[in-house]
């Protein structure tokens, strides 16, 4: 069964840091863009950040640009989030994904086929 797991998260103060991982199982990551995505209370699910499947690609959303890094190491099938400077607006579920794009060195933040059950990151004094 292919299936994505999320941890990591919890609670932390304002300008603190947490570092997030999506592990696989069933399946492995190597062919895969892995993208993480969130969403806030009465809000849509945006994009926070990718990787391409060969791991030559990354984009971040603007709004994290410079304060969140994405990773991966295929050998441990999994990719990571360190998200550093927290705020409080980065409170959100958060969410792995999984993709697969002819173009290996990008990532999307759209049209990926498996998800994980996400997890909580809350930025709160």
């Known amino acids: 069964q292919l299936q994505l797991v999320e941890s990591g998260g919890g609670l932390v103060q304002p300008g603190g840091s947490l570092k997030l991982s999506c592990a696989a199982s069933?399946?492995?990551?190597?062919?895969?863009?892995i993208g993480w995505f969130r969403q806030a209370p009465g809000k849509e699910r945006e994009g926070v950040s990718c990787?391409?499947?060969?791991?030559?690609?990354?984009k971040y959303a603007d709004s994290v640009k410079g304060r969140f890094t994405i990773s991966r190491d295929n050998a441990k099938n999994t990719v990571y989030l360190q998200m550093n400077s927290l705020k409080p607006e980065d409170t959100a579920v958060y969410y792995c994904?999984?993709?697969?794009?002819?173009?290996?060195?990008?990532?999307?933040?759209?049209?990926?086929?498996?998800w994980g059950q996400g997890t909580q990151v809350t930025v709160s004094s």
């Open positions: 069933g399946f492995t990551l190597d062919n895969y863009a």
């Open positions: 990787i391409s499947s060969n791991g030559l690609g990354t």
């Open positions: 994904a999984a993709g697969r794009f002819i173009i290996r060195s990008m990532c999307p933040f759209n049209n990926y086929n498996y």
